[in-house]
C-alpha cells in the first residue's frame, strides 16, 4: 500500500515568497494532521481536517499560514509571506480514526528553508 | 509546563543492555498513548501503543502505563545499534482526536 506522499520533499525560497506544501493521505483514512517540526519546538500539530473539513486549527501560527483539503486525497499547507522562522521540517500524517484506537501514518516530511 | 514531557537525553547505553525511555503527561483524562521512533531525518514511525494501566510487550519493547502517576515508559530490551534514534512520546488527551508530542529522548546504543 502506498504510504502518505508529500511533496515537495525540499523547498528552499526567499523570504516573501509563498510556499505550498502538498499532502496525499492514505486511502480510506479519515483524517489528516499537519505538523511542524523544529529543533526548539518539536513536533507541532497545525491543523487537522476530518472528512475534509477543518476540525482543529488552533496550532496555525498566524494569518500567513492556511490549508485546505478539496477533496479526501489532496490537501495543501500555504504560506504566504514566508519568513526565515518558518524554515523547518512539515509533516503530513493521516489516520483511519481520531479515536485514538488507530495509529497515524506520516509521510516523509516536507524539508522547508526560508531565505 | 509542557504537557507532555520527555528527557531529551542523549540515553547512552551500551549493546545488549536495557534502554528505559521515560514520559509524563498532564492531562489526567488522557486515554491513549503512543511511542513514535524517529531516525535522523526520517519521519516518526509507531512502534507501540498502549491503553491500559500496566505493561504491553511487543518483541523487544514493552510500554508501561501508570496512569496514577501519569507516567508511561519505554522499555528496549538487548538494545542494538540500529535501535539508535530519537523516541518520542505521544498522548491523545481528553479533548479529542489531537496528538500531543513530547520533545523527544535521543537514545545512543554503543556497540
Known amino acids: 500500500d502506498a504510504g502518505v506522499i508529500q511533496s515537495p520533499r525540499h523547498e528552499v525560497t526567499e523570504m516573501g515568497q509563498e510556499v505550498t506544501l502538498r499532502c496525499k493521505p492514505i486511502s480510506g483514512h479519515d483524517y489528516l494532521f499537519w505538523y511542524r517540526q523544529t529543533m526548539m519546538r518539536g513536533l507541532e500539530l497545525l491543523i487537522y481536517?476530518?472528512?475534509?473539513?477543518?476540525?482543529?486549527d488552533s496550532g496555525m501560527p498566524e494569518d500567513r499560514f492556511s490549508a485546505k483539503m478539496p477533496n479526501a486525497s489532496f490537501s495543501t499547507l500555504k504560506i504566504q509571506p514566508s519568513e526565515p522562522r518558518d524554515s523547518a521540517v512539515y509533516f503530513c500524517?493521516?489516520?483511519?480514526?481520531?479515536?485514538?484506537?488507530?495509529?497515524?501514518?506520516f509521510g516523509d516530511g516536507t524539508r522547508l528553508s526560508i531565505l | 509546563q509542557k504537557e507532555v514531557e520527555q528527557n531529551s537525553g542523549p540515553l547512552s547505553v551500551p549493546e545488549g543492555a536495557i534502554a528505559s525511555l521515560n514520559c509524563t503527561y498532564s492531562d489526567r483524562g488522557s486515554q491513549s498513548f503512543f511511542w513514535y521512533r524517529q531516525y535522523s531525518g526520517k519521519s516518526p514511525e509507531l512502534i507501540m501503543f498502549i491503553y491500559s494501566n500496566g505493561d504491553k510487550e511487543d518483541g523487544r519493547f514493552t510500554a508501561q502505563l501508570n496512569k496514577a502517576s501519569q507516567y508511561v515508559s519505554l522499555l528496549i530490551r538487548d538494545s542494538q545499534p540500529s535501535d539508535s534514534a530519537t523516541y518520542l512520546c505521544?498522548?491523545?488527551?481528553?479533548?479529542?482526536?489531537?496528538?500531543?508530542f513530547g520533545g523527544g529522548t535521543r537514545l545512543m546504543v554503543k556497540p
Open positions: 505521544a498522548v491523545i488527551g481528553s479533548a479529542g482526536n489531537m496528538l500531543t
Open positions: 481536517f476530518n472528512n475534509n473539513v477543518p476540525i482543529d
Open positions: 500524517a493521516s489516520s483511519p480514526s481520531g479515536t485514538g484506537d488507530q495509529p497515524q501514518h
